[in-house]
């Protein structure tokens, strides 16, 4: 069974930058992809990034495009979101996902808040 756990929220000036990690345990060989969502208060969940298998292709919300990189490290245990030039809008609950035997997300961490001030 995979579990997911982020790290990495925090509070942080606009302009300013973070990263996120999340460690992946349990059965990993099925994971077709690994995505990045958030949430706020009053709002739909939204897809922020993906990695799909093999790491080449990735998906970006228009909204953090150029300013998000999603990556994983060569052993594919822990899945990453650089995020910078951050601003207020980017402030929420990110939750990292895993497409486990499908494309589609089906697994969920806790989620890591990200506060960010103007």
């Known amino acids: 069974q995979v579990q997911l756990a982020e790290s990495g929220g925090g509070s942080v000036q606009a302009g300013g930058s973070l990263r996120l990690s999340c460690a992946v345990s349990?059965?990993?060989?099925?994971?077709?992809?690994m995505g990045w969502f958030r949430q706020t208060p009053g709002k739909e969940r939204e897809e922020v990034a993906t990695i799909y298998t093999g790491g080449r292709d990735t998906y970006y919300a228009d909204s953090v495009k150029g300013r998000f990189t999603i990556s994983q490290d060569n052993a594919k245990v822990t899945l990453y979101l650089q995020m910078d030039r951050l601003t207020p809008e980017d402030t929420g609950m990110y939750y990292c996902?895993?497409?486990?035997?499908?494309?589609?997300?089906?697994?969920w961490g806790q989620g890591t808040q990200v506060t960010v001030s103007s």
């Open positions: 349990g059965y990993t060989y099925s994971r077709y992809c």
């Open positions: 996902a895993a497409c486990v035997g499908q494309y589609e997300h089906n697994k």
